[in-house]
């Protein structure tokens, strides 16, 4: 998975994005960070599960669904499936060698 730096990535809590089949970062030093890559492979991974364009339609509606079940932008979006199991497994470095298809709908 090819690895992209774009320093012009919005937002001061953006730092990072999966776009199948790239990671693009805003910032060269986070190539290196191993747990931010791997909760980006995690989102690759789910991606590739529902064949790219679903996941991101699937992500968009769920982030919209918190939004109004959290009132928050940033509570929507750390409650999105996705992101809980991206977050909750980032740091399982080996997690992407044993983790089941679909493992994101234990999240839901």
């Known amino acids: ?13 953006f ?3 999966a776009l199948w089949p790239f990671i693009v970062v805003k910032d060269p030093r ?6 931010f890559i791997n909760h980006e492979r995690i ?14 339609i699937v992500y968009l509606l769920e982030y919209i ?7 928050n932008p940033r509570e929507a979006y750390r409650n999105i ?16 060698e044993h983790r089941k298809i679909w493992s994101f709908t234990k999240y839901l």
């Open 81 to 96: 499936s996705f992101e809980r199991e991206a977050y909750e497994m980032e740091g399982e470095l080996s997690y992407l």
């Open 30 to 35: 986070l190539k290196e960070d191993k747990v």
């Open 65 to 71: 669904i918190r939004l109004f079940q959290y009132g």
């Open 43 to 56: 989102h690759l991974k789910q991606q590739l599960e529902l064949l790219v364009l679903p996941f991101y």
């Open 1 to 13: 998975m090819p690895i992209l730096v774009n320093k012009y990535l919005i937002g001061r809590h």
């Open 15 to 17: 730092v990072g994005i």
